[in-house]
């Protein structure tokens, strides 16, 4: 074997090494970005409760179980908005009625 050519094969196999790394580190951050996602699904951004759907007025929220916070997305806000039920609903939501 001549000495340029088993200096060439040494360096093809350092860039398929350097790329199959390359490739590992990448699924590896991508499984642990959605692990890390999937632990906060459906938990409470205040206490770390469980999340609950629960649905008044026609719109599905999400309510901590433990501590009661409400999460309201952008969607259901502009769905209550354009129905006007804000004080309808935030008043059942909390025992409340006007």
Do not use: I, W
């Not at 093809?12 to 906060?40: G, N």
């Not at 599905?60 to 609903?89: I, M, P, Y």
């Amino acid at each position: 074997m001549k000495e340029g050519h088993s200096r060439s094969e040494e360096q093809y196999f350092a860039r398929v090494d350097a790329d199959l790394m390359k490739e590992y580190r990448s699924t590896r951050e991508m499984e642990r970005s959605k692990l890390e996602r999937a632990s906060h699904f459906m938990k409470c951004p205040g206490c770390g409760g469980n999340m609950t759907e629960v649905a008044h007025h026609g719109v599905t929220v999400e309510q901590c179980v433990e501590c009661k916070v409400v999460r309201v997305d952008a969607g259901d806000l502009e769905q209550l908005e354009h129905e006007n039920t804000l004080t309808r609903f935030f008043g059942a939501m909390f025992g409340r009625h006007p």
